[in-house]
């Protein structure tokens, strides 16, 4: 791997002096008056090439013009954007953007730069494709290196299961979705789910905390991430990505795309083989799952040109994880008392489709539909579990105008799922009681209506109101308000502030798989009640410059409030963990600040701090959330050098001290601290650019820190005191990775 890098290393220095390109440069402004004024940070990039360059406070750019392209992009989220046919030799470009304010909803085709605060109502982070290249983003667990927002965070170590958590909360209270669709991460799919995108595949992401709008449903209360995918008629003709670790896990990413006239289709697939059995911290135990995954995926889109857009998805999943002692066969040993192993099959098939249909000049249909069909079959020690999950939620809303820029939005959903599980013990040594089956099924019809006015000249002050009204076979009956505000203040300050309420169902082991492998009993209510969430928050944006430095500062403030949580309880005694649902809320205030800087042309940086404070307030007092840092830093910045296509990138993270179970019932080689210690992670990447490949290298966790004794009493498994789920820190030490990128030119229609 050393060799590799130093050849890699190589490769990009005499890769410096390029033959000089042809550069197109400009200035970017719009009209206030009977007077122009520049515009700071509009994207300009090339169609269908990685090469792009931002407008900076004098609203001026320069790129260099790679060969062939011929089409410029202008894209800025609060104008209308435009696409420029460019002749050889052109002359600097002036270019005057219109407002876009009125606009319902812009889209700008390609990559975006960076991170950036989308100017929208509600408080969103756009992690745009360019950002994510900055890191390896094997999948969408790996997409969040440089967003404070949200925190990737390991649930499982034997087999590598991963939640989103945001605001502080555990990720059952994030939502995600496709295309503006629920994307059904919920039950099995809730933490394996996030495996199952591939990062190739991601164009744009958008990160909204805290309650969002009732259109997307009743559910989220922490916050959403909406993924976007690439659109079949605007990206490669032909993509392969190929990446390795020290460890040699392997990956391949390709796909291939295609225009029809008004139609375009795009086929992807993935492959992962496992890595190596690696045991650095010398417990017996590998320390990464052996991964075996196949994915594949199709969509296709139709746009007329005159408002009717229709967008189809099919994806199939078929993986395994495998984790155990360094011993473990999960053919020979799935099961058995001989050695402790892991091993999770899971296969899934879903769909997904939306609609906008204009019904005359002013009304418009939109319909979001998905549905899933998962299995999962899994040995967790000598405890096996089964289950089958089928999904399915379609919603169909229309937008009405009112007069002005005020709208109405009114429609209605329905939810059906269906959970059958199934739970064994091969052998129960430590008479454990939760085996037997269930089936839960869920069916919930809903309509819903949100309102929006708009007030000012310069649409200064926007309000939001929705409601939603929900019907469950089994709840009954309940409403989720929800409203947002937004308050351009002048001088580039934004405010905007939010309020609602949600309600979900919880599910006890497919939320909760990793204590399948504990030695511990579970002790649970037999139908537990719905849980009801509150969540409040208050963002406070800056946009402006200073010595030619472009600065987004932002200051969120949230609070979230659960009741009736299904609460896992470790403390009530070492044998048995007790799942209760208290009338006293579970509460976590957070507060967030980041400060984004565009120094240099090519030069990006961030900073950025949370603080969270999150526990159960009960009647006998407070008790802190476990496994929550109450303070995360993130320093990143990046350097793109466009001339020579070289990109460096690197983060620092920091992570404050967590509560972590009380463990002085147990034998004193096995008991933990009250609280973790700090820790940091730092990583970095480089990448070299040329036209059709790229290459890159890094490393993840530059400063080798693992948690120490993750998995307790690793020796004796089938025993007492044997848990994989007290993870508090990273569990793989330092690792090597290098990969590479081919492109082609984008899709162009058949009959050219």
């Given at each position: 791997m050393r060799t590799i890098a130093a050849v890699f290393l190589y490769i990009c220095v005499l890769s410096l002096p390029l033959a000089a390109q042809q550069r197109i440069s400009g200035i970017v402004l719009h009209e206030e008056g009977d007077s122009t004024q520049p515009v700071i940070g509009v994207n300009v990039f090339w169609l269908g090439t990685n090469t792009g360059a931002a407008t900076g406070v004098d609203g001026r750019f320069e790129l260099p013009r790679p060969e062939g392209a011929s089409r410029l992009v202008i894209g800025h989220a609060g104008y209308i954007g435009d696409t420029l046919d460019i002749v050889s030799g052109a002359r600097p470009l002036r270019i005057i953007l219109e407002d876009g304010k009125s606009l319902g909803e812009v889209t700008v085709m390609g990559e975006r730069k960076g991170v950036a605060a989308a100017p929208i109502e509600f408080r969103a982070e756009s992690v745009?494709?360019?950002?994510?290249?900055?890191?390896?983003?094997?999948d969408l667990s790996g997409c969040f290196s440089t967003s404070i927002s949200v925190e990737p965070s390991v649930t499982d170590v034997i087999t590598d299961t991963r939640e989103l958590r945001m605001l502080g909360m555990a990720g059952v209270y994030t939502q995600l979705l496709l295309e503006n669709t629920p994307t059904l991460f919920s039950g099995l799919n809730a933490q394996y789910g996030l495996s199952f995108i591939p990062g190739t595949l991601i164009r744009q992401m958008y990160i909204v905390k805290g309650a969002n709008s009732v259109l997307q449903g009743y559910e989220a209360s922490s916050g959403i991430v909406n993924v976007l995918l690439h659109e079949s008629d605007a990206t490669d003709a032909f993509f392969l990505n190929g990446f390795a670790s020290a460890s040699l896990e392997r990956q391949v990413n390709i796909s291939t795309s295609r225009v029809f006239g008004h139609w375009s289709t795009l086929l992807a697939g993935q492959l992962v083989q496992p890595s190596q059995a690696v045991d650095e911290d010398g417990n017996t135990f590998i320390d990464m799952p052996r991964i075996n995954r196949t994915f594949l995926t199709n969509t296709w889109k139709y746009n007329d040109g005159e408002g009717t857009l229709l967008r189809l998805g099919a994806k199939f999943t078929d993986e395994r994880r495998v984790g155990g002692t360094t011993g473990f066969d999960a053919a020979r040993d799935a099961g058995s008392i001989t050695q402790y192993g892991q091993v999770v099959d899971n296969r899934r098939a879903e769909m997904?489709?939306?609609?906008?249909l204009p019904l005359d000049d002013e009304l418009m249909l939109k319909i979001h539909t998905a549905g899933a069909s998962h299995g999962q079959n899994a040995w967790y020690g000598v405890t096996r579990y089964t289950g089958t999950q089928r999904q399915w939620y379609t919603d169909a809303g229309i937008t009405i105008p009112m007069g002005g820029e005020h709208t109405l939005k009114a429609g209605a959903s329905y939810k059906h799922f269906t959970l059958a599980e199934d739970i064994g013990f091969n052998a129960n040594p430590l008479g454990k009681t939760y085996a037997g089956s269930s089936t839960l099924v869920e069916n919930v019809p809903g309509l819903f209506t949100e309102g929006k006015l708009v007030f000012g000249d310069d649409d200064d002050l926007v309000l939001i109101g929705g409601i939603r009204a929900d019907a469950h076979n089994t709840h009954g009956g309940f409403v989720t308000p929800r409203f947002f505000a937004k308050w351009e203040a002048g001088q580039g300050l934004t405010v905007r502030g939010v309020a609602g309420t949600g309600a979900r169902r919880p599910l006890l082991f497919s939320e909760n798989a990793v204590l399948l492998a504990s030695s511990r009993d579970l002790s649970f209510p037999a139908a537990p009640a719905l849980?009801?969430?509150?969540?409040?928050?208050?963002?406070?944006?800056?946009?402006?410059?200073?010595?030619?430095?472009t600065l987004t500062a932002a200051l969120d403030v949230f609070r979230t409030e659960v009741r009736r949580q299904l609460t896992a309880d470790y403390d009530i005694d070492p044998f048995t963990v007790h799942f209760t649902q208290r009338e006293s809320p579970v509460i976590s205030n957070n507060l967030v600040a980041e400060l984004l800087a565009d120094l240099a042309e090519g030069l990006e940086a961030k900073l950025a701090y949370t603080f969270t404070d999150a526990f159960e307030d009960r009647a006998e007092g407070r008790k802190d959330v476990l496994f929550t840092s109450r303070h995360r830093a993130?320093?990143?910045?990046?350097?793109?050098?466009?001339?020579?296509?070289?990109l460096f990138a690197a983060t620092l993270e920091?992570?404050?001290?967590?509560?972590?179970?009380?463990?002085?019932?147990?034998?004193e080689a096995f008991r933990l601290p009250e609280r973790s210690p700090w820790y940091a992670l730092l990583n970095f990447q480089l990448t070299q650019r040329w036209e059709a490949l790229e290459l890159y290298a890094g490393v993840e966790n530059l400063l080798d820190k693992r948690q120490d004794?993750?998995?307790?009493?690793?020796v004796r498994p089938f025993d007492r005191y044997f848990e994989t789920s007290f993870i508090w820190g990273p569990v793989k030490g330092r690792e090597l990775f290098a990969g590479f990128r081919v492109r082609l030119a984008p899709a162009h229609e058949e009959d050219e």
């Open positions: 745009s494709a360019a950002e994510l290249k900055k890191a390896p983003c094997c997904y489709a939306t609609a906008d849980e009801r969430t509150r969540n409040y928050g208050l963002s406070l944006t800056r946009i402006g410059g200073f010595a030619g430095i993130l320093f990143a910045a990046s350097y793109d050098h466009s001339m020579s296509g070289l920091m992570f404050g001290p967590q509560t972590l179970p009380h463990t002085t019932a147990y034998p004794n993750p998995i307790l009493n690793p």
